[in-house]
């Protein structure tokens, strides 16, 4: 299910969230969420486990593609853009926040 939600653009290119994300493949969700705050390589890590598909080179789910994006004009949107999307995605699944 392709639904907009899910998608967001990095540079012209289209980036698309996984629909699910399984307990089973992401048991540490909490701790890496937490850690994106301070490091970068936390987000390449939280992408990796996030992201089905995108429009850069190589593939989504390997670390060693994100440690090729842009430091300046690439990771930290893909930060903002998946941090928006689970908070919505949380909410609307009733999820309080805090």
């Known amino acids: 299910m392709d639904t907009e939600r ?3 653009y990095v540079g012209g290119r289209r980036v698309k969230l996984r629909d699910r994300i399984p307990l089973k493949t992401a048991p540490h969700l909490p701790k890496l969420l937490r850690a994106v705050e301070d490091d970068y390589n936390a987000i390449a890590r ?9 429009e850069f080179d190589g593939d989504p789910g390997d670390i060693r ?4 994006l842009d430091l300046l004009s690439e990771i930290p949107v893909f930060a903002v853009e998946i941090g928006k999307n689970l908070s919505q995605r949380q909410e609307a699944a009733g999820v309080p926040k805090g």
């Open 65 to 68: 593609a994100w440690q090729e």
């Open 6 to 8: 899910n998608v967001f």
């Open 46 to 54: 939280l992408g990796a486990l996030l992201v089905e598909e995108w």
